[in-house]
């Protein structure tokens, strides 16, 4: 409770702010704040005009999160093994899922018609974070990987992650792009062009980094979105190049597809689900998921 208030208190600037978030008086969120310096052996973790982190509380602040999302991932484990609500599923899925999951959901959910869903489309790491924490049963997860490699997941506690599909990885560039009609790309040979920063569609700056080979990329703009038509049509415009699987933009006349011949990669599709997600509709979900 001292690190969740700790926490409010310097995101927010303001102990005012933090109590209205949390619920409390300001009054309480002082104490609480004065009690968790005593039991660090009295450190100043803020200084109170302005209201901001001291060099202690900036470290502590840097554990806080983790711990605290920690936390709550132990609290959503422990809820799932007691059982939780057999009629409702929450489903958390990246962009590039989604085709995937609308495939399998009608086959596992014919049975259970009376059902109450929830499907989310989040980032990848939000999709884990949510199972994680137990806001949603399954998370389908996809994201650029080398062959042979697991996907980067945030280390948020206790995760099944089973590989579920992989697909190739192509440039979408547009239509009358002069590498538009090669038969493949080297990324390094890329690494000076314009990219689209999609981290919730596609692939982040720091994806896009590591496949080309380069430090940073000198032409970038931010797609924060996660439709993938809004992503080609951006493409298309001239915003900037993408990675994507080749199937993302079929059917599209205004951009192209070219598959990525080096370095070798692949979007890695992972279902995740807590470790006792294997019960009710969830299970069913995941069976189908996994072609059992």
Do not use: K
Not at 125 to 154: K, Q, S
Not at 171 to 193: C, E, M, N, Q
Not at 211 to 228: F, K, S
């Amino acid at each position: 409770m001292l690190l969740r208030t700790f926490t409010a208190v310097a995101r927010s600037g303001s102990f005012s702010a933090a109590a209205r978030e949390l619920g409390y008086t300001q009054s309480a969120v002082s104490q609480q704040i004065a009690a968790l310096e005593a039991s660090l052996g009295g450190a100043a973790l803020l200084t109170r005009r302005p209201v901001a982190t001291t060099a202690a509380g900036a470290r502590l602040l840097e554990h806080a999160e983790p711990l605290l999302l920690r936390a709550s991932a132990a609290r959503a484990d422990v809820l799932r093994a007691a059982g939780g609500p057999p009629d409702q599923l929450r489903v958390a899925a990246c962009p590039l899922a989604m085709p995937r999951l609308a495939a399998a959901f009608g086959a596992a959910m014919g049975s259970m018609p009376r059902l109450d869903v929830t499907i989310t489309v989040a980032a990848l790491d939000a999709v884990a974070i949510d199972v994680a924490r137990g806001a949603c049963e399954l998370g389908l997860a996809v994201g650029l990987a080398t062959p042979g490699d697991p996907l980067r997941l945030p280390d948020v506690g206790p995760l099944r992650a089973v590989e579920i599909a992989v697909d190739p990885v192509s440039v979408i560039l547009p239509a009358d792009h002069p590498f538009a009609r090669r038969p493949g790309l080297r990324l390094a040979d890329l690494a000076d062009a314009r990219w689209l920063d999609a981290p919730a569609a596609a692939a982040s700056a720091a994806d896009v980094r590591r496949a080309v080979g380069a430090e940073r990329l000198p032409h970038c703009a931010v797609y924060a979105g996660t439709d993938l038509a809004g992503l080609a049509a951006l493409v298309a415009a001239g915003a900037g190049l993408v990675l994507l699987p080749a199937w993302a933009v079929a059917g599209r006349a205004d951009v192209a597809a070219v598959p990525v011949a080096e370095p070798r990669l692949e979007y890695r599709a992972e279902v995740l689900a807590g470790v006792t997600a294997d019960t009710g509709a969830a299970g069913r979900l995941l069976a189908t998921l996994l072609g059992a």
